[in-house]
């Protein structure tokens, strides 16, 4: 089968499988399968491809496109990704912006990843600040792991522990968070099925973080409608200049505040 075959296919499967980006996710698959970027794709169509089919039938199932490609973009970083942990969204990438500017006037800040996961949020913000001193904690050693790797295969340093919420009383310049806070997977698409449900679901999570962190500056992701009620958590633990930042499809994302 050649590439311009494969896309072909791919594409009127992944449709029938009900994904709503077909033809892109088809792109990838067949580029992943034949070894070059997306645009490279394109240089030879009549290439032939091999080893596609077992990553479409994983597709098709719902499994996430991250997970069958073992890799995924996040800001500057090509990350591996794995169901150890959650697939890096664009949107957390927002909380890596808001932290960036909030701890942008201080030398080697003190920050503190509360929920690393992958490694998305601590290794981009290493990335982006080498100077600052970033810690990552996770209840999940398999998660923990998985941060190590990335951390390792991309030569940014950052302390790794496990550990839960309580590492953010040490006190912090900077505690950043996409905690879980989906109160359940019914409804949602089926992608969300293959990643931890720990990772996902929950409740508390916000306001647990706010009330225990000694930080100057918190930042927390937060769910579709979760981001007024966040905001007053934030205000009643004290903090000031308590603001709302929306993501790129108009949906309040971000909070944060200073002590």
Known sequence: MTAREALRESERRLAAAGLDTPRVDAELLV??????????????LDAPVHGLEPLLVRREAREPLAYVLGQWGFRRLTLKIDARALVPRPETELVVERALALVE???????????VGSGAIALALKDERPDALVTAV???VDALALARENAESLG????LREQGLDAAAEGWDLVVSNPPYVETLDGLQPELGFEPESALVGTGFHERIAGGARTRF??????F???ADVARLLDTAGYLDVSIT???????RVVEGRR
Do not use: M
């Open 156 to 159: 940014l340093e950052v302390e």
């Open 31 to 44: 580029a992943h399968a034949l070894g070059v970027s997306r645009t490279g794709l394109f240089a030879d």
């Open 246 to 252: 929306e993501d790129l499809a108009g949906i309040p």
């Open 105 to 115: 006037g201080i030398v080697a800040p003190r920050v503190l990843d509360v929920g």
């Open 138 to 140: 996770d209840v999940s």
């Open 218 to 223: 918190l930042v927390l992701e937060v769910g």
């Open 225 to 227: 409608g979760q981001a």
